[in-house]
Structure formats: structure tokens, C-alpha cells
């Protein structure tokens, strides 16, 4: 025996126990039934190969990313973690081979437990007191990473990540199993789409377009190697730091073992290791405050996705978990915003950042409810330091007014009421009226101020003295005669003209609307038809639309495709069971199409253009919409009390679109009458650049038996 101790006296007992232990270890693993028998074996049996078969289908989070229409231009990403899921034939050899040599260098030739290394670290631990090295393959590294991942409640995190010796020990076991059922090739390509690599980095793809903005194929032996030593310690061999001194080390240590292994030969690492760590460093854009800022207005449709996105059970039972989804799923959503439609819109609206009357426009495609566009006279920003004070003398000192940066969705799709509507709501009733069977020609000897007897005595007048007179729906509508309109709406009921509208897809946000949108007040709502509630530009422009499509309604959509990770369509189950695509049109008949024929056929008065059936009596609303258009169009006007906000909503056979001007922080604060045409204006204008070299369509005219 050789005279060279091995050990210490003092130290030949803990090192032979610790062998000991280890193999105790080792044999418990590969025989698990030694220990235990009967029912509560076969459970840790089946609870271990229940555990196996998860993380067999495990995916870690990924990165979902928002693209423009081209399916190709990112607009900004959603992420909890930055990821994106990369196949092993897509990373570079380099990466494969520096991340065993710097995590598990006998990782091909164990099967989940390394025996050497278990021995090794319990050598090592026993010696130090405490713990100096581990014993985790990369399997185990997985293993554990795939258990946080996918862990759905904070116990589960910290049964993952706690550490304790039982977590090693259901680690190895699980490791082991894992192996029989996947390759290494798989387990390494899981590994490297799971660590964390610093600098937000979740994945090889993330890190190699983080700290080299490059993909994981391009990779070079030394970024591989800088790379693969930072998941031992993401922060303290942080390569971007001022000093590299420890980055360098690391790297030079993966790199030596790299050569050790036969992956690098000794005259490359020589050459590696005399060359400095050179950083391209890119910063990936996370929600919609990171829009690029020459797609700034498109950052009120980012948020609009998201709000919409929030809403849709196909991605969780709440708002929680869809948002979850969202920054974890790996999806691709391609928006429905038509880039030409949006650049006129933005370019047309009437009222500049620097005003504190928001003007915006929304516009939406009939028979498929996707949103082409979305504007308002606002930067989209976060940053509301130099914003004025609010103009609401409610508000307090240190209140910010809303211009000229905001995020308040002051189109719609968020949590804000919207603004008063005016006489766009004459709409409704009309709409109704003819649903249920009135003609167009339904007329009456509408005077200047109307009683009514209905309505408890409610006498509201019309706006001019020149609207008085013998009305039908033609001119009423054209002219916007209020007594006509509280008249029709007392023969069809404002029950029936609310809950139209309400299948038109308005939402009732406050509570005075809401009060009387009740099943004990409704019938008694006047003044429904005077636009006394509150709407938003996207519902109005949506609503318009339907009767655009023949009274086809389709809900709001801001998008034209939404794909799985793995490529394929999102989808849902309807109350029926069956499956449909979440981006796919969901459109319901709401009306005859002869009653929104018909109700377009009126709507073409207001607009200066000429019905098909009937006459308009001589004047109109906003009759210099037609002739810029340049295409027949149909559309209504609306202001409110003393002009506090002035709509348009217009539409083509292709296109609706739905404008306002108003005062969001306070609607006390009157647009006046000189900025009432702004929202005329912004839609026609952009009705006809958005719809420039398109084949002009024609509207269908009504049935004889409609128009009366």
C-alpha cells in the first residue's frame, strides 16, 4: 500500500461515509420499491411516471410577437420571459458542445444520474462542511427548470426551485426516467430553449440575439463558450458589465474544457482565448410602449389587442390567466390594420397633439367586423411629465391632462365610458322601426317642439326652426329632426331602438346609462335617440358597419390571424362544441337585409348623396361628404348640448368609420361649433384615400314593400 495518505485521520470516516451515502443514493433511485411497499409504493410509482409524461410534453414559456399585416414586420413582442423556442438542427454545433463542457462534460455517457459525479460533489461537500459542488447533469438541470416552468401554483414553484436534498432526490429519479423516454438530442435542445442566460434572456435564441445579435447557427466557438459559462451564474459572469474580467475567465475555463473533450483543438483555444469578448447588444422591444417610434399610432392598436385579447375565453377562464397566456404562449397575431387606410386616417384627422380636444377616428370592415384602422391626435407615450394640467376644475393640482401623451384608449376597447354620441343614435330607432315592417315613407308633421305623452311630458325641440314640417325617414334623417325622430322612436319603442343597439354591439359604462338601459326604465328612454349615452368610436364605426353588411353584425376584431406555437390556428369551442378559429369572423344576422338597405338608403341624405328610393327635402347635415368621397356613401351626424362633442359616423359598402372630437378629462368643455365639421372631415377624407384605386361598389336599394 502506498505511504501517500489519501485523507486525514480526522477526515477517512465523513469521506467513507459520504461514498457510502452516495451509493445508498444511486441504488434507491434505480430500485425505488426497496424502501416502501403495497399501495404507497404503486402511488409514488404512478405519481413519479405522471410527472415523467408532463415534462415529456413540457414547453417553457415562450415569446408571442404582434405583427403587422405582412405577417412579417414585428410591431412589438409580449413576454414574462424573452424566448423563443429554436430546434437543435438550428443552433450551431459550438453551443451544443461548450454547454457540456461547461455544465455536464459525461453528459453522453450517463443516463439522467451521473454515479461519478454524485460521489464526487458528496466528497466535496463532506470535506468543505458545507456545499461546494453539485451533482446536476443536465438532465436533472432540466428536469428542474421544466418543473418551475410549468408549475401552476406557488407551492409547486417552490417544491421546483426549494433546496433541500428530497428536491435532488425526486430530481434524480424523474432525470432518469425522463431518459428513457427522450434522446439526448431532445433533452439538450430542451435544456438550451430553458436556461436562463442573464440580460432577460430565456433560451440560446434569446441569448445569442441579446449579447451577439445573431441567431444560435451563427454562433462562434468563443460567443458559444462566453455563453454556455453564464448559466452557472447569469449575474456574475454577465459579460455586459463594465469589467469582464470574470466573464473572460469563465469563458477561457469552457473553453479548455471544450478542448479537453476533443471539441476544440489546443491551438484554436490558444487563439480563442487571446481574443476579447466583443458585445452587439440588442434590447427586444416588450408591449406596446416599445412600438417603434415610426409606428407611434399603433401603439393604441397594440393596446386595443390587448384589452381585446383580455376578454376572450379561448385564452383562460379570466383576465389573469389570458394576459398569461399572452406573455407566455409563443403566439404569432397578425393585426387587421390595413397600413394605407391608418397613414390617411392619422394623416386626416383635424386637430393637432397640442390640443386637449381628443379627435380620433376608428374605421372597420363590413361583413368580417376587423378593424382597418385607428387614430387619434396623441402621442402614445408613458411619459406624461410635460403634459399641461387636467382641464377638469374636479380634478386635482397634480393631475395630468391627457395631451399631448397618453395611453387612455380613447377610441375604445378599454375601461373608458366613451363620449355622447348625439344624433348618430338616431340611427337605432330608424333602424328598428323598419326591422319591424315600417316603411321608409312612415311620416309625420314633425313641429319645432314636440310633447311627449310617452315620455312623461318630455319636450324636446329641434335645432333649427327649418326642420319643422311633413318628415319621412329620408328627410328626418337628413336633416336630423329631433321631434320626428321621439316620435318614431314612441311607434317602434325605446326598448326595442336600446336593445338593437345593444345587439349592435354598444355596452352600457356608467351608471346612469346603465340605470336606464334596465329592464324597468328602458321603455321610458327618450332620450335615447338624441345620443344622450355614452359610445366609443369603435363600437359606433362597428355598428355602422352591419348595416353596411346588410345587417350582418360581426364583432370587433383587431386581428386577421392568431397561430399556436407550432404553427397552427388558435382556436376555441363554441356552446355547441364546436371548433373555430379565434381570429376567424363572428357574424350574426341582426336585422333584415332589407331593413338596413333601407335604413341605408336614408342614411345617403345626410352624407349629400342621392338615395335610391326616396327624397332628402332639399338639405342635409353634412352634404359636402359625398362629393369628397367621390363614391356613394351613407352616414350620419351628431353633436351634443352646446356642441360638447361633434361625431361623424360614414360608410361605403367596404369601409365604416366612426370620428369624434371631444374633450376626454372634461366633457363639460365645449368643442363649439367652429370644430363640429373636424370629424366630417377626418371620415370622408379618409374614406377616400383609404379606398383610392379601388373599384367603386354601389349599395343595394330597397324593396318596394320597405319604402312604402
Not at 409504493?41 to 415529456?56: D, I, P, R, V
Not at 430553449?193 to 466557438?221: C, M, Q, V, W
Not at 383635424?350 to 379627435?359: D, I, Q, V, Y
Not at 366613451?418 to 328598428?432: D, E, N, R, V, W
Amino acid at each position: 500500500m502506498s505511504n501517500r495518505p489519501l485523507a486525514s485521520a480526522g477526515r477517512a470516516v465523513p469521506l467513507l461515509r459520504a461514498g457510502l451515502i452516495a451509493g445508498i443514493v444511486i441504488a434507491a433511485l434505480a430500485y425505488p420499491m426497496v424502501a416502501v411497499t403495497g399501495l404507497g409504493a404503486k402511488a409514488t410509482a404512478h405519481a413519479t411516471e405522471h410527472k415523467t409524461k408532463l415534462l415529456t410534453k413540457a414547453l417553457p414559456a415562450e415569446t408571442s410577437y404582434l405583427y403587422l399585416p405582412d405577417g412579417k414586420t414585428v410591431l412589438t413582442m409580449f413576454y414574462e420571459e424573452y424566448r423563443q423556442y429554436t430546434k437543435l438542427s438550428d443552433m450551431s454545433p459550438n453551443i451544443q458542445q461548450a454547454i457540456v463542457a461547461a455544465e455536464d462534460s459525461r453528459f453522453y455517457q450517463h443516463k439522467g444520474v451521473d454515479p461519478k459525479g454524485v460521489v464526487r460533489a458528496f466528497v466535496a461537500n463532506a470535506g468543505s462542511g458545507g456545499v461546494s459542488q453539485g451533482a446536476s447533469t443536465l438532465t436533472m438541470q432540466y428536469v428542474r427548470m421544466a418543473l418551475r416552468d410549468s408549475a401552476t401554483t406557488p407551492k409547486e414553484v417552490q417544491e421546483a426551485t426549494q433546496q433541500t436534498s428530497l428536491r435532488k432526490i425526486r430530481e434524480m429519479r424523474l432525470a432518469m426516467d425522463l431518459e428513457k423516454e427522450l434522446s439526448k438530442e431532445d433533452i439538450i435542445e430542451r435544456y438550451l430553449n430553458s436556461a436562463y442566460f442573464g440580460h432577460r434572456a430565456y433560451g440560446i435564441y434569446a441569448a445569442s440575439e441579446i449579447f451577439f445579435s445573431k441567431t444560435p447557427k451563427d454562433l462562434t466557438p468563443v460567443e458559444a463558450a462566453t455563453l454556455a459559462g453564464l448559466v452557472k451564474s447569469p449575474s456574475q459572469y454577465d459579460p455586459a458589465t463594465s469589467d469582464q474580467k470574470e466573464a473572460t475567465a469563465r469563458r477561457n475555463y469552457v473553453l479548455d474544457r471544450m478542448s479537453q473533450l476533443g471539441y476544440l483543438s489546443p491551438d484554436a483555444v490558444t487563439a480563442a482565448k487571446s481574443e476579447p469578448i466583443r458585445l452587439k447588444l440588442t434590447d427586444p422591444p416588450n408591449d406596446c410602449a416599445a412600438v417603434p417610434e415610426k409606428y407611434n399610432s399603433w401603439g393604441f392598436i397594440c393596446d386595443y389587442v390587448k384589452n381585446w385579447w383580455s376578454a376572450q375565453p379561448a385564452f383562460g377562464e379570466n383576465r389573469l390567466e389570458r394576459m398569461d397566456k399572452l406573455r407566455r404562449g409563443g403566439y404569432r397575431i397578425v393585426l387587421s390594420i390595413d397600413p394605407k387606410i391608418q397613414e390617411a386616417a392619422q394623416k386626416n384627422l383635424g386637430a393637432g397633439t397640442g390640443s386637449p380636444f381628443a379627435n380620433g377616428i376608428v374605421l372597420s370592415e363590413p361583413g368580417t367586423g376587423r378593424v382597418k384602422a385607428m387614430a387619434v391626435n396623441r402621442t402614445y407615450s408613458l411619459d406624461l411629465a410635460e403634459n399641461p394640467q387636467s382641464s377638469n376644475p374636479e380634478a386635482g393640482p397634480k393631475v395630468k391632462a391627457n395631451y399631448p401623451n397618453t395611453v387612455a384608449p380613447l377610441l375604445g376597447g378599454g375601461d373608458l365610458p366613451g363620449y355622447q354620441a348625439g344624433s348618430t343614435f338616431k340611427m337605432f330607432p330608424m333602424l328598428a322601426a323598419l326591422n319591424e315592417g315600417m316603411p321608409l315613407s312612415t311620416s309625420f308633421n314633425a313641429p319645432h317642439r314636440y310633447q311627449s305623452a310617452i315620455y312623461d311630458g318630455w319636450a324636446p325641440t329641434n335645432a333649427s326652426g327649418a326642420m319643422s314640417g311633413m318628415q319621412t325617414m329620408w328627410s328626418g334623417f337628413g336633416k336630423s329632426v329631433n321631434t320626428y325622430f321621439v316620435w318614431l322612436e314612441e311607434r317602434v319603442g325605446a326598448d326595442k331602438a336600446v336593445r338593437l343597439a345593444e345587439q349592435l354591439g354598444l355596452r352600457w359604462r356608467t351608471d346612469v346609462d346603465r340605470e336606464q338601459a334596465s329592464p324597468s326604465k328602458v321603455k321610458k328612454w327618450g332620450a335615447f335617440t338624441l345620443g344622450v349615452s355614452d359610445a366609443t368610436p369603435l363600437e359606433m364605426a362597428n355598428a355602422y358597419a352591419a348595416i353596411a353588411a346588410d345587417g350582418m353584425y360581426c364583432e370587433a376584431i383587431p386581428v386577421q390571424g392568431i397561430f399556436n406555437r407550432d404553427g397552427t390556428p388558435a382556436t376555441y369551442s363554441t356552446a355547441s362544441g364546436i371548433s373555430r378559429e379565434v381570429a376567424k369572423p363572428r357574424c350574426r344576422q341582426v336585422v333584415t337585409a332589407d331593413a338596413a338597405r333601407a335604413a341605408t338608403d336614408a342614411a345617403r341624405c345626410p352624407t349629400g348623396d342621392t338615395p335610391a328610393r326616396g327624397g332628402c327635402g332639399g338639405w342635409s347635415t353634412a352634404d359636402s361628404v359625398r362629393g369628397t368621397v367621390g363614391r356613394p356613401v351613407a352616414g350620419k351626424t351628431g353633436t351634443t348640448d352646446s356642441t360638447r362633442s361633434a361625431w361623424f359616423v360614414g360608410y361605403t359598402p367596404e369601409l365604416a368609420a366612426a370620428s369624434f372630437i371631444s374633450d376626454p378629462d372634461n366633457p363639460f368643455n365645449a368643442v363649439g361649433d367652429g370644430q363640429s365639421q373636424i370629424p366630417i372631415s377626418a371620415v370622408a377624407e379618409t374614406l377616400r384615400d383609404g379606398l383610392k384605386g379601388k373599384p367603386t361598389r354601389q349599395f343595394t336599394p330597397p324593396s318596394d314593400t320597405i319604402v312604402g
